[in-house]
């Protein structure tokens, strides 16, 4: 089955040139069938990539999905075209008297900044507050979860020595949870941050269960026992060259960045990326829509509470 995208979308070309079944609105309007509605906050800078990363995401499950985007209103995007942004993009206020099957919130380069002083962090805590009772099931990714942990529980964030930047190996720690069925003992999953949760704030909450970590970048899924919202503290949505752009941007800007570990064949920048996520990546957004969207979602979205 297609992602459905709101005509005119440039992820529309991107996304079917790499052979992904999308579909228009205008064309799904005539399906006879009710689509999983999925918004989007989008937080990150270059909005269009990201958009294409999640969409190509979404796209790999047999389910059909309405999405929307939205970006804060208290926040001026400086990197994307403001024209894409009026034509694409709504604010809480257009979207908060809707319900929605699924709403991902994405990373965002602040992690430098305690959690009060982002200029939009009072409206991100009026989007999760919101969201207890107008979506099913809330994905946290990156900055997002680490976010969402500190708001909904109180766990704190922590810098790190050196920043977390690769492709990491992960273990599973639960397996009997659904949004880890199929994933192998050992998977790959790249990482970019330069704080972390950790496990002693974590394992101290009754309805929090640790799915995933890593002996080198630490805690990778959490979520509550109920389903209704997933912390995933990488990015397993990035493309091939994702990482490799933002270590040439941090060189440019100064920052003496580590080259992004298990990434580079013998960690040589001047090689070409190994790619050894994309299965995992696919697993983990399909199993999310399958099992904690579409499977107990309600039919009548008024009905969410």
Partial sequence: MPIMIQDGLPAIKVLSEENIFVMSASRAAHQDIRPLKILILNLMPLKIVTENQLLRMLSNSPLQCEVELILPSTHESRNTPREHLDVFYKTFDDVKDSRFDGLIITGAPVEALDFEDVDYWQEMVSIMDWARTHVFSTLYICWAAQA?????????????????SGVFNHRITDRHVPLVRGFDDRFFAPHSRHTE?????????????????????????????????????????????????????????????????????????????????????????????????????????????
Avoid: C
């Fill in 148 to 164: 969402g942990l500190y708001h909904h529980h109180k766990i704190p964030k922590h810098p790190v020595a050196e920043k977390v």
């Fill in 197 to 305: 949760v950790r496990r002693e704030d974590i394992e101290g909450i009754d309805d929090l269960i640790i799915l995933s970590d890593s002996e080198v970048s630490g805690i990778y899924i959490v979520m509550n026992r109920n389903g209704r919202h997933i912390y995933v503290t990488g990015h397993s949505e990035y493309d091939p060259l994702t990482l490799k752009e933002e270590y040439e941007r941090d060189i440019k800007r100064g920052d003496n960045p580590p080259v992004p570990r298990n990434y580079f064949p013998d960690d040589d920048p001047i090689q070409p990326p190994i790619i050894r996520w994309r299965s995992h990546a696919h697993l983990l957004f399909s199993n999310w829509l399958n099992y904690y969207v579409y499977q107990q979602t309600p039919y009548d979205l008024d009905s969410i509470h």
